[in-house]
Every structure is written in structure tokens, then in C-alpha cells.
């Protein structure tokens, strides 16, 4: 929201309780009409609140939408080094993938959910393209019979998707996620073919056959102390590309540990982060990226929680083994055999918990708290052994804050009409 100079005086008047009488008498050179639509309008946006009402904040308690991971196999062409998946040959049998869907709906009805959202990942997902068009047709049809809706993303690293497939994605509309960390070497660094040659070429060709097919992919980028330089280059070749896109940050495990390269710096990334945001500015998109810039924080809309973790989200692993998180799929809670997967993950009491920001340490006062909810807890839990405190990003996170709101700020100058009085 763009305010002019009376409007911000305005708003300033409400830094601190007070009634709309007073701000009136205070704001004298204004007319009470004027004052009063600004108040209406500024309430009606969530600027202001009313003190004496609970704060309306978003919880996934509340969603209406169940979502799952689908890891439908644990092959791929990559062997990108924070990557925590064990490679292997083997995919998601059709039984167990038709269980697992029947799964997810049952505890999608019994919970009341009116939609249900699918990731299907790995490995790498398109390699078992065919197998995902089989499982979606059967999601689909359980989807019809249950009145549910439903949608999906396929996460692929964009090594190569053939335009026959994609074809098939955009008939049965399917999202399409790409991995890309970086432009040439920036992302060959992290992202190797299985044979140690970059991958970046095939992943620009695939972007732009599926922009030439009218898909038009997220791009999800895994930012790490190795490719932070890079960063900047990239976000100037998506916002080109008008590619919608959000900045991850990268996540230690059991299997990247030992890249000390990758572990993230505070001040690097506080310093390379701003620079990314210097090309941002320069090069500024029609859209908001307030939900896009600073790992899994979103500034768009108050919210409690990070994720679904806990609440409305399962991972359900080629063997039909159900995990709380896609990124701690060896620790699973039961199996698609079970009634009602989803309550067994409520129930589960045991590893990473999905809190509300209002219940960890160190962010309960914190001003950004339900912008920011605290980080991933799958990340604080493997770096602390606690899910009950804020994020090792803490520092990074607030530093950057700030700058995002100018960013967008900064948009809503360039291109949207003011709040006059």
C-alpha cells in the first residue's frame, strides 16, 4: 500500500492505542470525512487493527487444504552436494502409489480438508514422467469422487524435460518447480551432472522450452556460501524472464555436512543478499516478492507458523513410509496402510515439531515474528536438538527485513497510484 504525506501522518497517529476522535482533534487541518475513509480504508487492509479484538493470525489448524509429498523415486542425474537424498535406482511402485493417494484422501475427508495439494518429487521426478501422469489420473479421479480440489507441482531439476511431457504437464496442469542456483558456474558448482560436468546449459534450455510451451516453471534457488556471489546475475536472468521465484536457504544434513563451502556466514550473507536486492531494484518487477527474498519468510500476510509440519502436511516416501518432512523421510511416523496417516503425525510427539512462533524462544517479542515465524524447525532442530527457539538465521533474517520492505515500498512507487487525502 502507497501512502502520500497526509495519509502517512495519518497512520503515524495510530503508532500507539488511541481513537479516531483523538486523531481528528490532533489532525485538525484534515476534514473528519477525509479522516474517516483513510481509517476505513487502512482498517480494511489489515494496517490497522482494533486493540480490544484477538490478532487474525493464519494457522495451517485452520487451511483447508491438506498437502503431501510424493517421492515417486530415488534416481537422478544430479549429485548436487547438499542434496539429503541417498541415491538408488528405486521408484514408487503403482500399488503403493495408488495407496498412498487413497491415503492422503482419506485423511483429506476425515479432517474435513476441501483441497488437497500434491508435490511430486525425488530424485528426480521426471525421470519417472509416465509413472506421475498415472498417479495424477488416479488423484484426480479419487479427487472427483471425494468433491475435493485438487492441484499439483512436479519439482524437477530441469536437466532435460522432453516437449511431449511437457505437453502433458500443461493439459493436466501441473506446476512445474526448476532448481537453479546460479548462472554457468554458479550453479554447476552445486548442481553436477552424475558425472561431474555442469548442468546449468541443460537447465536453461529446459526453462526456455517450457516458456516457448506457454509454461512458465517457479524457479526454486538453494543459496549457500558457495554460489552467494552469483546470486545477484540470477535474480536479473528471472525477473527477465519474468519467472517467478523464491530465494531457500541452504540446510545442512547428514549427507552435506562435510561442505564447509556451503555453510552459510552471517555477514556474507547479509552483504551478497543486499547486493542481490541492488539488481532487484534496478531491475524492478510488476509483482510482489515479499513472499520470495528471504528464505522461508513471508512478509505478505501475518501468519504463525512456518510450514504444515505437524499440522497439514505429510512426505510419503517411495515405500509407502510416512514422514512429518520431506527432509526427514529415514524418520517416519507410519505407512499409507493406515486409516488416517495425518493423525499419526498430529499425534507424533517425538523429533521436529511444528510450533507457533508464540511458543519458541527468542521470537516471541520479536517484531517480525509473524512474518517470519521463526524459520524452518526441520534446520533448527538439526542445528539446536530444539524445535522451541528461533531460527540459526535469526541475525540474517532481521538484518533483511527492512530492506525488503523498501524493495516493495520502492515497486509500489514505481507502479501503483497512492492513498491521496
Given at each position: 500500500?502507497?501512502?502520500?504525506?497526509e495519509?502517512?501522518?495519518?497512520?503515524?497517529?495510530?503508532q500507539?492505542?488511541?481513537?479516531?476522535?483523538?486523531?481528528?482533534?490532533?489532525?485538525?487541518?484534515l476534514?473528519?470525512s477525509?479522516?474517516?475513509?483513510?481509517?476505513?480504508?487502512?482498517?480494511?487492509?489489515?494496517?490497522?487493527s482494533?486493540?480490544?479484538?484477538?490478532?487474525?493470525?493464519?494457522?495451517?489448524?485452520?487451511?483447508?487444504?491438506?498437502?503431501?509429498?510424493?517421492?515417486?523415486?530415488?534416481?537422478c542425474?544430479?549429485?548436487c552436494d547438499?542434496?539429503?537424498?541417498?541415491?538408488?535406482?528405486e521408484?514408487?511402485?503403482?500399488?503403493?502409489?495408488?495407496?498412498?493417494?487413497?491415503?492422503?484422501?482419506?485423511?483429506?475427508v476425515?479432517?474435513?480438508?476441501?483441497?488437497?495439494?500434491?508435490?511430486?518429487?525425488?530424485?528426480?521426478a521426471?525421470?519417472?514422467?509416465n509413472?506421475?501422469?498415472?498417479?495424477h489420473?488416479?488423484?484426480?479421479?479419487?479427487?472427483?469422487r471425494?468433491?475435493l480440489?485438487?492441484?499439483?507441482?512436479?519439482?524437477?531439476?530441469?536437466v532435460?524435460?522432453?516437449?511431449?511431457?511437457?505437453?502433458?504437464l500443461?493439459?493436466?496442469?501441473?506446476?512445474?518447480?526448476?532448481?537453479?542456483?546460479?548462472?554457468?558456474?554458479?550453479?554447476?558448482?552445486?548442481?553436477p551432472?552424475?558425472g561431474?560436468?555442469?548442468s546449468?546449459?541443460?537447465?536453461?534450455r529446459?526453462?526456455?522450452?517450457?516458456l516457448?510451451?506457454?509454461?512458465?516453471?517457479?524457479i526454486?534457488?538453494?543459496?549457500?556460501?558457495?554460489?552467494?556471489?552469483?546470486?545477484?546475475?540470477?535474480?536479473?536472468y528471472?525477473?527477465?524472464?519474468?519467472?517467478?521465484?523464491?530465494?531457500?536457504?541452504?540446510?545442512e544434513n547428514?549427507?552435506s555436512v562435510?561442505?564447509?563451502?556451503l555453510?552459510?556466514d552471517e555477514?556474507?550473507?547479509i552483504?551478497?543478499?543486499?547486493?542481490?536486492?541492488?539488481?532487484?531494484?534496478?531491475?524492478?518487477?510488476?509483482?510482489?516478492?515479499?513472499n520470495?527474498?528471504?528464505?522461508k519468510a513471508?512478509?505478505?500476510?501475518?501468519?504463525?507458523?512456518?510450514?504444515?509440519?505437524?499440522?497439514n502436511?505429510?512426505?510419503?516416501?517411495?515405500?509407502?513410509?510416512?514422514?512429518?518432512?520431506?527432509?526427514?523421510?529415514?524418520?517416519?511416523?507410519?505407512?499409507?496402510?493406515e486409516?488416517?496417516?495425518l493423525?499419526?503425525?498430529?499425534?507424533?510427539?517425538?523429533?521436529?515439531?511444528g510450533?507457533?512462533?508464540?511458543?519458541k524462544?527468542?521470537?516471541?517479542?520479536?517484531?517480525?515474528?509473524?512474518w517470519?515465524?521463526?524459520?524452518?524447525?526441520?534446520?533448527?532442530?538439526?542445528?539446536?536438538?530444539?524445535?522451541?527457539?528461533?531460527?540459526?538465521n535469526?541475525?540474517?533474517?532481521?538484518?533483511?527485513?527492512?530492506?525488503?520492505?523498501?524493495?516493495?515500498?520502492?515497486?509500489?512507487?514505481?507502479y501503483?497510484?497512492?492513498?491521496?487525502?
Amino acid at each position: 500500500m502507497l501512502l502520500d504525506a497526509e495519509a502517512f501522518a495519518l497512520l503515524q497517529c495510530f503508532q500507539y492505542p488511541t481513537t479516531l476522535s483523538e486523531v481528528i482533534q490532533r489532525l485538525d487541518y484534515l476534514s473528519a470525512s477525509q479522516i474517516e475513509a483513510a481509517t476505513i480504508h487502512l482498517y480494511h487492509y489489515g494496517i490497522l487493527s482494533n486493540i480490544h479484538a484477538p490478532i487474525q493470525v493464519q494457522t495451517p489448524g485452520a487451511s483447508d487444504m491438506l498437502a503431501a509429498w510424493l517421492h515417486v523415486t530415488n534416481a537422478c542425474n544430479l549429485r548436487c552436494d547438499y542434496c539429503y537424498v541417498a541415491k538408488s535406482g528405486e521408484h514408487m511402485q503403482e500399488d503403493t502409489a495408488r495407496q498412498a493417494v487413497d491415503a492422503i484422501f482419506r485423511s483429506a475427508v476425515k479432517h474435513r480438508f476441501k483441497r488437497v495439494r500434491l508435490h511430486y518429487a525425488g530424485g528426480e521426478a521426471s525421470l519417472q514422467a509416465n509413472h506421475v501422469f498415472e498417479i495424477h489420473d488416479y488423484a484426480l479421479s479419487q479427487a472427483q469422487r471425494h468433491r475435493l480440489n485438487l492441484t499439483a507441482r512436479m519439482l524437477s531439476n530441469g536437466v532435460y524435460i522432453a516437449s511431449h511431457v511437457i505437453e502433458q504437464l500443461r493439459n493436466r496442469k501441473i506446476d512445474v518447480m526448476i532448481s537453479l542456483d546460479g548462472i554457468g558456474e554458479y550453479h554447476d558448482r552445486q548442481r553436477p551432472l552424475a558425472g561431474g560436468r555442469g548442468s546449468f546449459t541443460r537447465v536453461d534450455r529446459t526453462i526456455s522450452r517450457l516458456l516457448e510451451h506457454g509454461v512458465f516453471p517457479s524457479i526454486s534457488v538453494t543459496v549457500s556460501s558457495r554460489n552467494l556471489v552469483g546470486i545477484p546475475m540470477l535474480v536479473r536472468y528471472l525477473i527477465e524472464r519474468n519467472l517467478p521465484f523464491s530465494l531457500n536457504y541452504y540446510r545442512e544434513n547428514n549427507l552435506s555436512v562435510h561442505h564447509a563451502d556451503l555453510h552459510l556466514d552471517e555477514e556474507r550473507m547479509i552483504v551478497g543478499m543486499r547486493e542481490a536486492f541492488a539488481v532487484i531494484a534496478e531491475h524492478l518487477p510488476r509483482y510482489s516478492l515479499l513472499n520470495s527474498l528471504i528464505d522461508k519468510a513471508n512478509l505478505q500476510s501475518k501468519h504463525n507458523h512456518t510450514c504444515g509440519v505437524g499440522h497439514n502436511y505429510m512426505a510419503i516416501s517411495q515405500r509407502g513410509e510416512v514422514a512429518k518432512c520431506h527432509m526427514e523421510m529415514k524418520r517416519t511416523v507410519t505407512t499409507v496402510a493406515e486409516d488416517d496417516p495425518l493423525q499419526f503425525i498430529r499425534d507424533d510427539r517425538e523429533g521436529v515439531q511444528g510450533l507457533s512462533v508464540d511458543e519458541k524462544e527468542g521470537c516471541r517479542d520479536c517484531i517480525w515474528r509473524y512474518w517470519c515465524t521463526g524459520g524452518c524447525p526441520a534446520l533448527t532442530y538439526r542445528m539446536t536438538g530444539r524445535y522451541d527457539i528461533q531460527s540459526p538465521n535469526c541475525h540474517i533474517y532481521q538484518a533483511l527485513f527492512p530492506d525488503v520492505l523498501q524493495l516493495e515500498a520502492l515497486r509500489l512507487l514505481t507502479y501503483t497510484t497512492p492513498i491521496i487525502l
